[in-house]
């Protein structure tokens, strides 16, 4: 049972365009959430996060979307550079626990 | 240190042989985690260290594997007669506080190979 999704294993952006990488979840008890960045042979770095009392969060070129009502959060990167490549994941957590539950990623690739 | 630290980086052993898989948490850190993340798949969690005791082993996937942190600072990993199946990259993260909610820093990760 995948309680965190993201369906779009790969995407493709040109340099300087916005970059939409989506999530999706199913357990209404997750309470915050994550995007965590991950370059190959390299640990997941934290990158944004959001809690629910909150529908976005910014930082930077990042910006966090949560619609609780569809259980769908998205991050933005704009504009996307070509060291944004990588692999990005979501994670969720629910009130009070401390385990994070991850989707499985989506790989993104900037073009110059 | 400046980072979560994790050895080794890489590990092959041969099925039903045990094996320890260490993490060095930022120092001052009192929350401790290991996930693991097989091919394609997105990290899941094993276990939650806080301080000391194992504040939620649910993840765990069976009695084989178990994991300790005697002095609520390093901790290791360990797995008892491995099999091909516990192949898969084991990634420690530590967070600096008590609640709920903070963001966890995560080491290289240890790839275990079962051959």
């Known amino acids: 049972d995948q309680q965190v999704k993201q369906n779009s294993p790969s995407l493709s952006v040109q340099e300087g365009r916005i970059s939409i990488l989506n999530c999706d979840y199913t357990?209404?008890?997750?309470?915050?959430f994550l995007w965590y960045k991950k370059y190959p042979a390299e640990g997941p770095t934290f990158l944004i996060s959001i809690s629910s009392i909150k529908d976005k969060n910014e930082d930077g070129r990042f910006t966090v979307f949560l619609n609780k009502s569809a259980k769908h959060l998205s991050l933005h990167i704009v504009p996307s550079q070509p060291g944004d490549s990588a692999v990005y994941f979501c994670a969720a957590s629910e009130r009070g626990f401390q385990k994070l539950v991850f989707g499985t990623g989506t790989r993104l690739l900037v073009s110059p | 240190g400046a980072g979560v630290s994790q050895t080794p980086s890489n590990k092959v052993t041969e099925k039903g042989k045990y094996v320890e898989l260490r993490c060095d948490p930022i120092?001052?850190?009192?929350?401790l985690y290991w996930y693991r993340q097989s091919l394609g798949q997105g990290p899941e969690f094993l276990i939650y260290?806080?301080?000391?005791?194992?504040?939620?082993d649910s993840g765990l996937p069976n009695d084989r594997f178990f994991a300790v942190r005697p002095e609520g600072s390093v901790s290791t990993l360990k797995i008892q007669r491995t099999e091909r199946g516990d192949s898969a990259v084991y990634l420690c993260?530590?967070?600096?506080?008590?609640?709920?909610?903070?963001?966890?820093?995560f080491g290289q990760g240890t790839r275990l190979t079962v051959v």
């Open positions: 120092s001052g850190h009192t929350a």
């Open positions: 260290f806080q301080g000391t005791g194992a504040a939620d």
């Open positions: 993260a530590s967070s600096p506080r008590q609640g709920a909610n903070t963001e966890a820093f």
């Open positions: 357990n209404s008890m997750f309470d915050y």
